[in-house]
């Protein structure tokens, strides 16, 4: 530490990347904030208008719709996507044949792109046509199910579109978590005369506590942003049903180039994940002095 502080070139070195940081992450987000405080055009004349886009959004109904279905989002997909995440990675701890290639097939939807991914579930839950019709009328079901233009049906699309991409991650983490868990412990438990259901409730879960307390706030704060799914399979609808925060924010300022309500409803996104975040620090800090 005392040879970093007499070095000046250990500053110098750290310079260029405190520069870059405070011009294209900092820079930014003061911006945005003074963005969302003016009447802004892009060509014309920026008035300040001080919170009267704050005003205009809080009196919004389109805008809580959006608040709603990004949090009914985050409530339904972070149990089942951790939950998902855990059963898979326990899956794949067991010593078996071909234990390389179930983590690998697992893990492959995460490194697809979102436009692939939606394209091919489209084509799959697509309405007359669809392969899941196909096979519904196969074996006899001749009602034509609405899975992308139902307002119910969507959301449970979205959400298994959604599991099949990004469980694969989580089920990584969880992976690495049950990796520490020393064997010994495991063991130790056979002998006493654990079973099964017993060395998972009392030695793989307990032991498990910090990486699902990361699991579970990483995927809150994946699912409040979550946007290219569902505009690319549903477009937001039908009539706005599975619109979410961001694709709010997106049509105000790039469609509607409403850029001050815009930035406005995008700081409200920023003060509900950095809330979280706060929860998160303090949860995280809480279960390693407890562990």
Known sequence: MNMVRRSPATYMMLLPFFVLYMYFTFYPIVKGFIISLQ????????????WQNY?????????????????????????????????????????????????AVFFMPMILSVSVVSSVWTAILGSYGGLVDALLNAIGVKQQIFWLTDSKLAWVSILLITTWWTAGFNMVLYLAGLQEIPAEHYEAATIDGANAWQRLRYITIPGLRRVTVLVVFLQIIASFKVFAQVYLVTGGGPAGATRTLIQYIYEHAFNQFLFGPGAAASYVLFAMIFIVSLLQLRLISSAEQGG
Do not use: C
């Open 55 to 103: 005003r205009q959004l809080f009196a919004d109904p389109t805008f809580w719709a959006s608040v709603w279905h990004t949090v009914l989002f985050t409530l339904l997909s972070v149990p089942i996507l951790v939950i998902v995440g855990f059963l898979l990675a326990l899956l794949v701890n067991v010593p078996m044949r071909g234990q390389t290639f179930f983590r």
């Open 39 to 50: 009447d802004y055009q892009i060509l014309g004349e920026k008035t300040f208008v001080g």
